[in-house]
């Protein structure tokens, strides 16, 4: 099978191929025989029936940042003439990424999307895993600050995060009596206007913060992180450890219990968070993590993600 693929990402020039999950996927595509289309979200248009975007057929190369990738001339590109397209550049989800959403929805399913745009939108990742409270720790959404001083004086420490961030930006971690929290919320207030998340801090985050891959429904590995001396954060980006993890079997469980919530929203690529047996986070927006258990020596996501874009074509 031999299908047109277009990759919506941010500029391949700017990745680390290391550690990207979006390269991996172009790397498996590649192997099989799949035609690449690179385009940046800048570029795609809306014009009467018609979705574009300026993309530019793309080789890649398992190499250094530099020499892993050739792009070839730029061309306006009608997306319904792709088989698939995955939707991969990076959050902030903002209304500019509720936009392009709405844009590929237009598309999709007659060309799949990956994951499909309007399940994306409907479940951001700190929105989603709200609908399973029993898995979290205690957590509370609000720009309230009566209601996030009272949370504080019921659980003690507390993270405090922005609700449409990524990769660990903006995470605070607030302890029993700093007395900053009030300066805090001021600087969140003008920064954020949306509702902020405060959760019960979890001291086995220094054990590790696992992200576990879910591959169309079905839990594959994990990949545990540890935070750096001195961080509370622990994703990869702000200096976490990586290092590969089987799943527990609490961590089975929790996978069980969100798999009908993925299927029915057909998630093919899912990357949830869990501290200490409690679920933070559900990552359906672009999920990473698999370039590293692959590294590690776990399995090649990419080729699982493959067959389960294959099996829908």
Request: aromatic letters at 6%; charged letters at 25%; a negative charge.
């Amino acid at each position: 099978m031999s299908l047109k693929v277009a990759v919506q990402m941010d500029h391949v020039a700017t990745i680390n191929p290391l550690g990207d999950s979006t390269f991996a996927l172009m790397l498996e595509a590649q192997a099989r025989g799949h035609a690449l289309l690179h385009y940046t979200p800048d570029t795609l248009s809306l014009q009467g029936d018609v979705v574009s975007a300026l993309a530019a057929p793309i080789r890649v190369f398992d190499k250094p940042k530099g020499e892993h990738y050739t792009l070839g001339e730029a061309t306006r590109i009608d997306l319904s003439t792709q088989d698939v397209i995955h939707m991969r550049q990076d959050p902030p989800f903002d209304m500019n990424y509720i936009t392009l959403t709405h844009l590929l929805e237009r598309l999709h399913p007659q060309t799949l999307v990956v994951n499909p745009p309007a399940a994306v939108r409907n479940a951001p990742e700190k929105i989603l895993v709200t609908e399973f409270p029993d898995l979290m720790p205690p957590t509370l959404v609000t720009r309230d600050r009566e209601e996030i001083h009272a949370f504080r004086k019921e659980h003690g420490n507390i993270i405090v995060k922005p609700l449409y961030g990524n990769g660990g930006a903006g995470v605070f971690f607030i302890q029993e009596g700093d007395h900053n929290l009030a300066s805090l919320l001021e600087l969140f207030e003008v920064n954020y206007r949306e509702p902020f998340m405060i959760q019960k801090y979890l001291p086995d985050v220094r054990q590790g913060d696992k992200r576990i891959i879910i591959v169309d429904g079905e839990p594959v590995m994990g990949l545990n992180r540890i935070p750096a001396d001195g961080e509370a954060r622990s994703n990869m980006h702000v200096g976490g450890r990586p290092e590969l993890s089987p799943l527990t079997e609490r961590e089975f469980e929790i996978c069980a219990a969100i798999a009908p919530a993925l299927k029915e929203r057909d998630m093919i690529f899912v990357g949830i968070d869990v501290i200490g047996g409690y679920l933070t986070e559900i990552n359906v927006t672009s999920p990473t993590g698999i370039r590293e258990i692959k590294r590690f020596g776990g399995p090649d996501i990419a080729v699982m993600i493959w067959d389960a874009i294959e099996r829908r074509r």
